[in-house]
């Protein structure tokens, strides 16, 4: 039971942060629900590593609140980035 309210947490967790990255990012990104919520899940592990790159501790780690959206952010904008590069339409 307690693995299952985790992974709910997390996808909670995951669809708030993505959803914060998607307003932040200017520009239109047709992803869905389930793309959002991986987003934010992404961007916490990406802040994670970020604050591993600045303070240390371990480099595979989830981040707090502030760093997930960071991560988000920079992972949204990397995915923008690949997809036009690769011709694919991002609205």
């Known amino acids: 039971m307690d693995m299952l309210l985790t992974l709910i947490g997390w996808a909670v967790f995951g669809l708030i942060i993505g959803a914060i990255a998607r307003l932040l990012v ?4 047709s992803i869905g629900l389930l793309a959002t919520m991986a987003l934010g899940v992404v961007g916490s592990f990406v802040g994670g590593f970020l604050a591993y790159l600045f303070f240390g501790g371990s480099p595979v ?7 997930s959206i960071i991560g988000g952010v920079v992972a949204l904008l990397i995915v923008v980035y690949i997809s036009r590069r690769h011709g694919v339409a991002t609205h």
């Open 61 to 67: 780690q989830p981040s707090n609140w502030i760093g």
């Open 26 to 29: 200017p520009g239109r990104q």
